[in-house]
């Protein structure tokens, strides 16, 4: 990626849309120190780190999903060169800037806008979109050249959705030789190469269809016009498994062992992840029940693991919530699925130690609490992204990708797609072609760039929390949130928390290990949980600390994210 491309456009992302200053920029803050000579006491929350004993290391967590209202293009595109607008480069640049701590690539999934299809419609069929005669047309999706173009703009690691609800295997092997194939003799290599793209991607990691769990997915039933198990299918279906919707996960697991075989028969590399449950996990009869089914496929050595979708105030409806704007919850509601994760790890341990379990979709609401959710604006929905970031961190999940949708001109409109929501894009149009980050992004990258490569131990002794009631259950919940990470080296650490409560200032103090001193903090601390970020964009700003010996205080304002940096005096 060009570097001078990189500078050029990324300046003006955190520019305040309301006037002409100068662009806050993200930075740490200096080394505070006491007052007077008194000792650091325990604060209102207190904790130990020990960052000698590194722990699980961090998955990938900053992700992004290409969801509906996304189209983009490569330079001098010969299809939709219309998509290739600034704003637009603009966003892919600042993907790329979202790096984590830890180095490795942001991963990006494409998930085909809508790949599987939805409510029995069709799904995405990738030769539609590349085969040579192939000429533009209002509602194109993206063809691979062109959603690949915005991956490699945002130095992203790829995650290909393979259709399973209205496709076919044969037509999953077809698209992975399109993508990974040399023989310009072959049909669907000679397409890619139609189109200026001569070398393979060389892409290993795919996704057997998304949400096939769902009735909403088409493949589901057996009535839809393409669903693959109806005889009557508008395309013929797949013959082989007609009468056989994916509503039975043992059906599914042994239609994905087809596509497994298929594509590794064109792709020896090529790995799997599953999709299993959203995050209230009732897909398939529950999660015990479905991994048990699914146990074939899961055992496969192919498949490296399986996949929630979360999308916090959707999923919890199904766990008795009624609430969706109430601002605490977004911001504590993570509390009410740390359980359901536990079980899914559990469940997944029992029949092959060693799965991953990864989020592919995750956000504060989804397309459910449309008309609902009045909160897509707020400071909120970042400080509720980043608690289930660090949810997920906490839990050792390997992967998630936030969804995300690159609109700027429908994402307002009442008549805009029925799966896109206005709080999905992490931008807006910002001045002299830039873009301005919304809570989202802001957050998002906030958390990431903390992620060293291994969790470090932190253990609290001393906690404030709150109860709430979802449904018939009361749930405690931490009103410091928090997870710390270390470097391989065992040299530098971070610890983010996220202070919950809504009200009132906290103070916390952490214990380290001999040897190691904070070397920096910043916080994301909007005025209020409830603040516009539309208007009113909050950038990071250095944050104040006492050190005192082996001991740590800052103060958490109400409703932030405070990040600390830690190093020995190996790591300054």
């Known amino acids: 990626m060009s570097m001078g491309r990189v500078a050029s456009l990324v300046p003006g992302l955190l520019l305040l849309a309301c ?159 399109h993508l990974n194939g040399t023989d310009a003799d072959d049909v669907d290599v000679a397409a890619r190469l139609h189109w200026g793209q001569d070398q393979p991607y060389r892409q290993t990691l795919f996704e057997l269809g998304s949400e096939p769990y769902a009735a909403w997915n088409t493949g589901y039933s057996a009535d839809g016009d393409y669903a693959y198990a109806n005889p009557e299918a508008k395309h013929g279906g797949d013959p082989k498994w007609s009468g056989k919707p994916s509503a039975s996960a043992a059906d599914f697991a042994a239609r994905a062992l087809e596509y497994v075989a298929a594509v590794k028969a064109v792709e020896p590399e090529a790995r799997f992840w599953v999709p299993l449950a959203q995050a209230s996990m009732d897909g398939w009869g529950g999660v015990e029940a479905a991994v048990q089914a699914l146990a074939p496929l899961l055992k496969d050595p192919a498949v490296a693991g399986a996949v929630v979708h979360h999308y916090l105030v959707d999923d919890a409806k199904a766990l008795g919530w009624t609430d969706p704007n109430d601002l605490f919850f977004a911001l504590a509601g993570t509390e009410v699925f740390r359980p359901g994760f536990a079980r899914a790890r559990a469940a997944l341990d ?147 928390a996220l202070h919950r409560d809504l009200e009132r200032s906290h103070t916390f103090t952490l214990d380290l290990p001999p040897g190691w001193t904070a070397t920096a903090a910043s916080q994301w601390a909007p005025p209020a949980a409830d603040h516009n970020t539309l208007y009113f964009p909050i950038a990071p700003e250095p944050a104040q600390y006492v050190q005192e010996g082996e001991r740590v205080q800052v103060t958490l304002p109400p409703h932030s994210l405070v990040a600390v940096r830690f190093a020995t005096a190996a790591g300054q």
Request: proline share 8%; with cysteine; hydrophobic share 40%.
């Open 19 to 177: 006037n002409s200053l100068p662009p806050p920029q993200t930075t740490f803050g200096v080394l505070g120190s006491s007052t007077d000579d008194a000792p650091v006491m325990m604060g209102d929350v207190h904790a130990s780190l020990d960052f000698t004993r590194p722990g699980e290391p961090v998955g990938d967590l900053v992700g992004w999903n290409l969801g509906r209202g996304t189209a983009y293009a490569p330079e001098s595109d010969p299809l939709h060169p219309e998509w290739r607008t600034p704003h637009k480069v603009a966003a892919a640049q600042a993907f790329a800037e979202a790096r984590p701590g830890h180095g490795r690539a942001p991963l990006m999934r494409f998930s085909g806008l809508q790949i599987d299809g939805a409510r029995g419609e069709d799904g995405y069929h990738f030769y539609r979109w590349v085969e040579p005669g192939h000429a533009p047309a209002a509602g194109d999706e993206m063809a691979t050249f062109e959603y690949f173009a915005l991956m490699q703009d945002a130095d992203a690691a790829p995650i290909v959705t393979l259709n399973f609800g209205s496709g076919t295997a044969a037509e999953a092997a077809a698209y992975v030789t």
């Open 350 to 496: 029992a029949v092959r130690p060693g799965l991953e379990l990864v989020v592919t979709e995750y956000h504060v609401a989804g397309t459910s609490s449309r008309g609902q959710f009045e909160r897509g604006r707020e400071a909120v929905v970042g400080l509720g992204l980043a608690g289930m970031l660090l949810l997920y961190a906490q839990l050792g999940v390997e992967a998630a990708c936030q969804h995300a949708a690159l609109d700027y001109d429908t994402i307002d409109s009442p008549d805009r797609d029925p799966l896109l929501e206005p709080w999905y894009n992490p931008f807006r149009k910002g001045k002299n072609e830039t873009v301005t980050p919304m809570a989202s992004y802001a957050a998002t990258r906030f958390v990431g760039e903390h992620l060293l490569e291994r969790a470090a131990p932190l253990e609290f002794s001393k906690q404030i929390d709150q109860d709430m009631t979802v449904g018939t259950d009361k749930v405690t919940v931490p009103l410091v949130h928090a997870a710390a990470f270390v470097d391989p080296a065992g040299e530098t650490g971070s610890l983010v």
